[in-house]
C-alpha cells in the first residue's frame, strides 16, 4: 500500500480527521512536537533493555508487533499533523536534508561507519 499512497494524500486524511473533531484548536506546534516526541519515545520505551536477539523477537509476537506498528503509525501521524498544520512540504525537505546529509557523509568517509560527520576526519 505504501507504494500507492502519497504524502499529500495521508496528510489530507489526517487533517479531515482533526477537522470533523474540531482539533485544530489544540494542535498548535509546540503541542504536535509534544505528540512526536511523546509518541517516538513510547515506541523506544518498547525495546529498552533489550539486546539484538531479544529485539529481533519481538517482531515474532503478533501482540508486540502490532502495538510496535502502533506507535510507529502514532509519531508519523504527528509529523503529518505537524507538516499539514504547518505549510511543511515533507518530500521537499527531506530531499534538502537528504543532499545536505550526502555532503556531511561522503560514502568514501563513511561506507561501515556509524561516526557523526564532525568525528571524520579530513
Not at 487533517?15 to 482539533?23: G, I, P, Q
Not at 484548536?25 to 517516538?40: N, R, V, W
Not at 512540504?89 to 550526502?102: C, H, I, P, R, S
Request: proline share 2%.
Amino acid at each position: 500500500m505504501d507504494h500507492k499512497t502519497n504524502i499529500h494524500e495521508l496528510k489530507e486524511l489526517i487533517k479531515e480527521f482533526c477537522e470533523k473533531r474540531d482539533w485544530d484548536q489544540y494542535h498548535a506546534p509546540k503541542e504536535l512536537a509534544i505528540g512526536i516526541s511523546t509518541e517516538a519515545a513510547e515506541l523506544l520505551e518498547i525495546f529498552r533493555f533489550k539486546d539484538e536477539k531479544q529485539q529481533k523477537e519481538l517482531f515474532e509476537n503478533p501482540k508486540i508487533k502490532e502495538h510496535i506498528e502502533e506507535e510507529v503509525a502514532d509519531t508519523f501521524y504527528f509529523i503529518l499533523r505537524f507538516c499539514q498544520m504547518n505549510n511543511i512540504n515533507l518530500t521537499e525537505v527531506l530531499m534538502k536534508k537528504l543532499e545536505k546529509n550526502n555532503e556531511k557523509y561522503p560514502i568514501d568517509k563513511i561506507k561501515g561507519s556509524n561516526k557523526k560527520y564532525t568525528e571524520l576526519e579530513e
